[in-house]
């Protein structure tokens, strides 16, 4: 007779162990933006079976959550495929912000104190900092939206926005995966629209925002307009 075989203490342990890290790979890879369960296990090398078991545990413990993914062509037969995103307790313990309620409160006084326009010039300056070091590292990008939104990307993730850029048919996007003071700016959107008048300054041309983690959405997408034809050959000006 074959009796089940009992795993020790310490090999139970490293078990849970590896299955902890899988799972924060897992988080990891969610922070850049939705994934399917195919796309992650493609991206862990792991089998549709074992991505499943991590993700099945993941939603249990409320750290991720499903989305139907948005197909743009004819759908196919089957179910809609579901896409997993991280919820917003999970992206606080990947991210946690120690100071946020120091800084919800210090916004809430200036607003008492001295009105919304003083929360305002708050944003401006703060975000200053982070509008000059990215203006450095544009400075070879050229004058092309697009490509100054590429070159944006990439100073945004090395501040840790986590950001990525994308052409699409009526112009481009830039998506920010990860934002350092999204649970003050839910309360404060002025943070928001501070941050949205730079990227615009940066770039040199108009952008509107289309979605805001503060808001609840799992990105932040700025659309970038494609220019008119007329208008494509002028001189942007970085020098301001």
């Given at each position: 007779?074959?009796y089940?075989?009992?795993l020790?203490?310490?090999a139970?342990?490293?078990?849970a162990?590896s299955?902890g890290r899988?799972?924060?790979?897992?988080g990891?890879?969610l922070?850049?933006?939705?994934a399917?369960?195919?796309?992650?296990g493609?991206?862990?090398?792991?089998?549709?079976?074992?991505?499943?078991k991590?993700l099945?545990?993941?939603?249990?413990?409320?750290l991720?959550?499903?989305?139907?993914?948005?197909?743009?062509?004819?759908?196919?037969?089957?179910r809609p495929?579901k896409?997993f995103v991280?919820?917003?307790?999970?992206?606080?313990?990947?991210?946690?912000?120690?100071y946020?309620?120091i800084?919800?409160?210090?916004?809430r006084w200036?607003?008492?104190h001295?009105?919304?326009?003083?929360?305002?010039?708050?944003?401006?300056?703060q975000i200053q900092?982070?509008?000059?070091?990215?203006?450095t590292?544009l400075?070879?990008?050229?004058?092309?939206p697009f490509?100054r939104?590429?070159?944006l990307?990439?100073?945004?993730?090395?501040?840790?926005?986590?950001?990525?850029?994308?052409t699409i048919a009526?112009?481009?996007?830039?998506?920010?995966?990860?934002?350092?003071?999204a649970?003050v700016a839910?309360?404060?959107?002025?943070?928001c629209?501070?941050?949205?008048?730079?990227?615009?300054?940066?770039?040199?041309t108009?952008?509107?925002r289309?979605?805001t983690i503060?808001h609840?959405?799992?990105v932040?997408?700025t659309?970038i307009?494609?220019?008119p034809?007329?208008?494509a050959?002028?001189?942007v000006?970085?020098d301001?």
């Amino acid at each position: 007779m074959k009796y089940p075989v009992q795993l020790g203490e310490g090999a139970a342990a490293t078990a849970a162990a590896s299955d902890g890290r899988t799972r924060d790979r897992v988080g990891q890879l969610l922070q850049r933006g939705p994934a399917t369960a195919a796309e992650l296990g493609a991206q862990l090398g792991l089998s549709p079976a074992a991505i499943r078991k991590h993700l099945d545990a993941m939603l249990a413990d409320q750290l991720v959550e499903t989305r139907e993914v948005r197909r743009t062509g004819p759908r196919g037969r089957g179910r809609p495929a579901k896409a997993f995103v991280l919820t917003a307790a999970a992206r606080e313990d990947l991210n946690p912000h120690h100071y946020d309620n120091i800084a919800a409160a210090a916004l809430r006084w200036i607003a008492q104190h001295h009105g919304p326009e003083a929360v305002s010039a708050f944003a401006g300056a703060q975000i200053q900092a982070l509008e000059d070091r990215c203006r450095t590292a544009l400075l070879e990008a050229g004058t092309d939206p697009f490509a100054r939104a590429e070159a944006l990307a990439d100073a945004l993730t090395a501040e840790g926005y986590a950001a990525s850029a994308t052409t699409i048919a009526s112009g481009g996007q830039l998506c920010q995966h990860h934002c350092p003071v999204a649970h003050v700016a839910a309360e404060f959107p002025q943070l928001c629209d501070a941050e949205t008048e730079v990227i615009s300054r940066l770039i040199g041309t108009h952008v509107q925002r289309l979605a805001t983690i503060a808001h609840g959405d799992g990105v932040c997408t700025t659309h970038i307009p494609s220019r008119p034809a007329h208008t494509a050959a002028n001189t942007v000006r970085t020098d301001t």
